[in-house]
């Protein structure tokens, strides 16, 4: 029987609407969502391609379990008792502390699943908890504790009424950003240059953004951003473009931020960051000048060493101008409740990472400290890690030494779809759901923190059921603190109730009435958020749209901090720039003619895992480059395809050169997530033959910023030869 179904795509951010065709279990078509309230008929070859990478034959479909280096099939009864043998007795011998979790990017895009891994955490009663956070933005989380009282308090640029916006690190037309819900960027950013604004683009590559929506192009050394933000910052105080009475009324901390940035001048920023004292001083009359405007920084900025504190300038900046909190400027996030009400009212407890005593954010450990918790002896070493949906050999820091941990663990458990890099580490694996499988509203930054220049709210039902004996990540936690001995939550009446809904559901009649736990849980968040019943929403599957924003309508309201003001100037952060920017400043100087090595994202890659389909890898596209300017090629005799070797301290990898003057000189682009050779779990990756380019980032205490822990990936110096003889 065929039947046509609207549903959402969970790959990125914009959570396209898509209408699939579904017959027997199989999807046999997919379409943009011409109806959906927000995406309206845009879609990408990802979304569209998705149900290749569901139904792959490198699918999982039933347990595995490594017996002398082999995989072997097991029944899940066999699985789930024979870990939680092994979990139980290493918690005895060890301690709780001895199990360890880490979680990638596609848990954030099911609202529930993160729920439940905590739920199993706390069962464990372990503080090992890593996730891509600190791979990717806890800078944010970081400053907005501080700044706005919680981690999830976001602001995101309200890019449909921008008069001004400035994109520092961020790549649109490719990634479709991050942390906003804005579905068809290229087309709503160019429209801001149609009206009348300006959009700039800070960025050592001219990006595909760039090219497509015009505007101006900034060039700016690597990991120096931090300079030009404290520098504008500089420049917006000594031209008094600060609005006096809503600081005054709304915020704390004005008077210390002359002197945070005193040094900081157009001038002197300059000498680092490649950006001229006029260019910085012109960005900044443009941006006051503007009737609503926006800075807006991504990944490019994170993942620098001062991601921190280059975030923190920029929202002070959005903030003193008028600019937050206003249409046009920049808005704080609101879901279908507030969420960062509830956070704040309910803090999570922070703990302390063995190695460096790093604090978590928003519970989690930093992630570049995971291969010294596991290889390092002592008590609390990990022992045993779990890891779901995620891929942190190939995505995080120092993939050699990485490797070493993951190969040293008495346990190893992978919850994948299919056998990756890192799962091909482990003792057992369990088979999961593919998004297809599973039912859905839009994952928690746009339903319950709400960054949505369009605010809408949507249900989609589980499309297909899952192949062979994959079963939902919620149903394997709960099984999984069933069996360790960790009941969910860290509690037993709680677990009871979960094994006794999972009795009921086998009794052959009762079982058939029975709502599966996510549709109930789905509901429950629906109705609490004033959006109705499952079978209300059901019946808009395009989605509905929440209403519009409006101007001042956080301030003064759901400030969430002790004081319910905006707090401009935390302690910690005012430190930590007196204490490391003019040291790193003279570090920067005595650099300035050293390469750096910088990421690129593809619109053919999506982080580690898009890379096992023909169509993704097909000629030219099977491998990474490393982008370098023509000026540095022929300084160092490279050629188009030659083959180059790039090196630090850390570690050496190879590629194929391609040149290119969308790069600044002195600076070299490696696409990451690459080097999927000998990964027999991936038919078609296997054979691509690109590098991975996180063999050359540090990992380590010494290594990561020390305020939100994240890894260093954009400006890592390294040195570039041409290898002679060989070409691509
Ligand atoms: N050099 C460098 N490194 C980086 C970055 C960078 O810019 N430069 N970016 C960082 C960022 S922003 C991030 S978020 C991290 C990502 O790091 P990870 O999240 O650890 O890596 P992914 O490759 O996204 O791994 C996701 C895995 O989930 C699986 N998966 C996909 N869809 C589903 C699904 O529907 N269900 C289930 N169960 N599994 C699924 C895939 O098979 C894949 O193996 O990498 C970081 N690493
Ligand atoms: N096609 C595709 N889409 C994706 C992903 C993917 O892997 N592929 N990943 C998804 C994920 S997990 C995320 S978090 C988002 C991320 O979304 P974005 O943050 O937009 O990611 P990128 O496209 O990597 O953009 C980072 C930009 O920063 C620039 N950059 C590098 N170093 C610096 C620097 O020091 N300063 C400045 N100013 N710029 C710098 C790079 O040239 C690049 O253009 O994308 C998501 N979407
Ligand atoms: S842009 Fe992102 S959400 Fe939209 S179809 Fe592509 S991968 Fe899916
Ligand atoms: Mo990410």
């Known amino acids: 029987m065929k039947s046509k179904k609207v549903t959402f795509c969970r790959i990125c951010e914009p959570l396209c609407g898509l209408v699939v065709d579904v017959e027997n279990n199989h999807i046999t078509n997919i379409k943009p969502d011409q109806n959906h309230v927000v ?66 990017n596609p848990v954030s895009f099911s609202p529930l699943l993160p729920l439940f891994v905590m739920g199993f955490l706390k069962g464990l009663n372990t503080s090992k908890f890593f996730n891509p956070g600190s791979l990717d933005l806890n800078n944010k989380f970081a400053v907005n504790e501080r700044m706005y009282g919680t981690g999830m308090a976001l602001t995101f640029p309200d890019v449909d009424r921008a008069e001004f916006l400035m994109i520092i690190g961020s790549n649109p037309t490719v990634s479709k950003m991050s942390m906003i819900h804005l579905p068809h960027p290229t087309e709503r950013i160019k429209a ?26 900034v060039f700016i050394r690597p990991d120096t951003d931090v300079y030009f933000l404290a520098a504008f910052l500089h420049e917006v105080l000594q031209r008094d473009g600060v609005k006096h009475q809503r600081v005054l009324e709304h915020m704390n901390g004005f008077e210390h931020l002359k002197a945070i940035v005193a040094d900081w001048t157009p001038e002197k920023q300059a000498q680092v960051t490649g950006v001229s004292a006029d260019t910085l001083r012109a960005l900044v009359s443009a941006y006051l000048k503007a009737d609503g405007a926006a800075l807006y920084a991504s990944t490019g900025l994170n993942l620098g060493r001062n991601g921190t504190l280059g975030f923190w300038f920029l929202e002070i900046i959005n903030a003193i101008t008028g600019n937050l909190d206003r249409l046009g400027g920049t808005l704080m996030g609101q879901g279908i409740f507030d969420y960062n009400k509830l956070l704040a009212e309910n803090p999570s407890p922070t703990n302390y990472s063995r190695i460096g005593n790093f604090p978590s954010l928003c519970e989690g450990l930093p992630t570049p400290l995971l291969a010294d918790e596991i290889l390092t002896p002592g008590e609390g070493q990990i022992r045993a890690l779990f890891v779901m949906s995620g891929n942190p050999l190939m995505m995080g820091t120092n993939s050699n030494k990485f490797a070493k941990a993951l190969d040293s663990l008495e346990l190893m458990i992978s919850i994948e779809i299919v056998r990756n890099e890192t799962a091909n580490y482990a003792d057992y694996i369990l088979p999961g759901t593919h998004f297809a499988e599973r039912p859905d509203i839009p994952i928690a930054f746009t339903s319950m923190i709400g960054l949505t220049p369009v605010p809408y709210y949507q249900y989609t039902d589980r499309l297909v059921s899952p192949p062979g004996e994959c079963r939902d990540e919620a149903w394997i936690l709960t099984q999984l603190s069933n069996i360790c001995g960790a009941p969910f939550y860290g509690s037993k009446a709680l677990q009871t109730v979960l094994n006794t809904c999972e009795r009921i559901k086998k009794i052959p009649l009762l079982g058939k009435q029975f709502t599966p736990m996510p549709e109930r849980l789905l509901g429950m968040i629906s109705r609490f958020g004033k959006q109705g019943s499952l079978n209300k929403l059901r019946r808009s599957p395009h989605g509905v749209l929440r209403g519009d ?86 300084k160092l005799d490279i050629s188009e395809g030659q083959r180059v070797k790039i090196s630090n301290d850390i570690g050496v990898v190879e590629a194929p050169a391609a040149i290119s003057d969308d790069l600044m000189p002195g600076t070299v682009a490696l696409p990451q997530g690459w080097g999927h050779q000998g990964s027999d779990g991936l038919s078609v990756a296997c054979k691509t033959t690109g590098v991975n380019s996180n063999i050359l980032a540090a990992d380590g205490p010494n290594q990561i910023e020390p305020i939100s822990g994240i890894a260093h990936f954009n400006g890592i110096v390294v040195q570039v030869e041409a290898i002679t003889g060989k070409s691509a």
């Open 39 to 104: 995406s309206k008929g845009y879609a990408c070859m990802k979304g569209l391609s998705f149900e290749r990478f569901r139904t792959t034959p490198d699918r999982l479909t039933h347990p595995l379990k490594k017996v002398d280096g082999q995989y072997q099939r097991i029944s899940w009864e066999q699985a789930l008792n024979e870990i939680g043998e092994k979990v139980k007795n290493l918690r005895k011998v060890h301690g709780d502390e001895s199990v360890g979790l880490y979680f990638g």
């Open 192 to 217: 801001i240059t149609e009206r009348g604004g300006r959009v700039v683009h800070l960025n050592p590559r001219r990006t595909e953004t760039a090219k497509q929506v015009g505007g101006d192009q």
């Open 549 to 634: 924003w409006k101007s001042n309508n956080y301030l003064g309201k759901r400030v969430h901090t002790p004081s319910n003001k905006v707090e401009l100037a935390p302690p910690d952060l005012v430190e930590l720039a007196a204490s490391r920017l003019p040291a790193m400043f003279k570090e920067e100087l005595e650099q300035t003619n050293k390469i750096k090595l910088i990421s690129k994202r593809e619109r053919f890659s999506h982080n580690a895992w898009t890379h096992n389909d023909e169509a993704f890898v097909k000629g030219k596209r099977n491998t990474n480059y490393l982008y370098i300017h023509p000026q540095d090629a022929k």
